[in-house]
């Protein structure tokens, strides 16, 4: 990759700012999944994530996983091994996820799937144990989740700034402004924007940082609307990116990674919010006659709903962390079949790292065996997004077209 030193310089640190990548809150999950009508010695498999607690939770995601597990158990378990799915709650707190990882390690578990925690502290008791993490959502603190050997992360949601211009410039916009945080870890995101906007001849001009302590966006906006901006880049909570919207209402467009205003919010915001467009990973819904695997992820989610888990409702799927739960699982299924001899962690750690034609249809093939070339975010082995727009006739979000934004590319073109 040419100018590679420009690019070190872009993403330095990313890993300390992924927090400002939140998802949508949910409600309570907990408890474990056991295969039904099998033989033979069943693996485990462990997700790690916060439920029912005052910040964010993520019960739609731990139900995906389940329901995946059911879809690995109907078509006969891993090399002949019924799964069982053990769930975790971290409870958004350091000790609490330490003591997920330490029991992943004692009871032995084939892998972590979809783990989330923005506390952390996971990986290096993952590492020692030799227990794969994957898909995870590469949100913890300490930022080990993006460049631990051990992890796989499928999602490239970090790089979401990357791809707002050229999202924005599709939705019309002109002139662009970003508002974030002055922080440290805030500004290495505002770079990413920065160099998304030259990338697609669209400069990202002014630039509004905030206290991170900011209640009135008023002054903001109309920094905003004195430069003559018409889109703008959101690189803060989603509390704060709820008051920018409602106080500049529409007379911008808006971009953010998918998931962080949610769509109890955005719902509220009324048809301001039809003016967001958002950097996703995945496909969406409404794109399913494309994608069979969506329609396969629907059909286990349906069943898994039908069991009686409220959390695998037909209204959560459309959430992007309950697409991440289940790819995680095929992930494990996929690469845990083709494991030489026993079915073991260590086995299925050193498959994953000799895996470099992984085909799960609603990510570009994936090579384990090539790192990403930032420095910080190694781990994340896809590094196209997509985009998608929040609707408030339909009350979702719908897809805004089949194009992909491979970051990487844009991160080489906008550092020329």
Known sequence: MRRRTRLQVVVAGLGAAVTLVACSDGGDGSGSRRASGQSGSPVKMMVIAPTGTTGGNYPEMVAAARAAVLGVNSRGGIKGHPVELVYCNEKNDTSAAQACAKQAADTGVLAVVSETSGAGGIMPTLAKAGIASVGSAGVSADGSELSSPISFVISPLVLYPTVCAALLKKAGARHLGMVGYDLGASDRFLTLGEVGGKAVDLPVNPVVRVPVTTGDFTPTVSQLTGAGVDGAVLVVTEQAA?????????????????????????????????????????????????????????????????????????????????????????????????????????????????????????????????????????????TTLRGARWSSAEGRHVSLGSETYPALDLLEKGSR
């Open 242 to 382: 709820v008051a920018v919207m409602r106080d500049g209402g529409e007379r911008f467009s808006y971009c953010h990674a998918t998931g962080t205003v949610s769509d109890t919010s955005l719902a509220k915001l009324g048809p301001v919010a039809d003016r967001l467009v958002e950097a996703t990973a995945y496909p969406e819904l409404d794109q399913s006659d494309q994608f069979s695997e969506l329609r396969r992820m629907s059909a286990e989610l349906a069943a898994e709903y039908s069991a009686g888990d409220k959390d695998a409702a037909p209204a959560l799927w459309r959430s992007s962390t309950s697409l991440n739960g289940w790819l995680s699982v095929q992930i494990v299924e996929k690469v845990g079949n083709q494991v030489p001899g026993d079915l073991t962690a260590s086995a299925l750690l050193a498959q994953l790292g000799r895996t470099s034609r992984l085909d799960l249809q609603l990510v570009p093939t994936l090579d384990f065996t090539r790192p990403n070339p930032i420095p910080g975010v190694e781990r994340v082995f896809n």
